[in-house]
């Protein structure tokens, strides 16, 4: 066996681990990125929803007084 058999040998599968840990790694932190953005998002619209419930309670006991 030649010295460029041996090389791809060793290259090749080398080569390919590194490509599926770093396919690995960039979807670990894209999902959770995609997860970090989402539940941000979710907490502004709960707070948004919560002040306008406020404010429709607020207006219902004025109009329930006159």
């Known amino acids: 066996m030649g ?4 090389l791809l040998l ?3 599968p080398l080569t390919i ?3 599926g ?3 690995l790694v960039s979807a670990n932190i894209g ?3 995609i997860r ?3 539940t941000d998002h979710l907490g502004g619209m709960a707070d948004k929803i ?3 419930l406020a404010l429709w309670v607020a207006d219902r006991e004025r109009d329930a007084m006159t």
Do not use: Y
């Open 50 to 52: 919560r002040e306008e």
């Open 3 to 6: 010295f460029r058999k041996k």
């Open 36 to 38: 970090r953005i989402q």
């Open 31 to 33: 999902g959770e990125t």
């Open 21 to 23: 840990a770093a396919v």
């Open 17 to 19: 681990f590194s490509i």
């Open 10 to 12: 060793i290259l090749v």
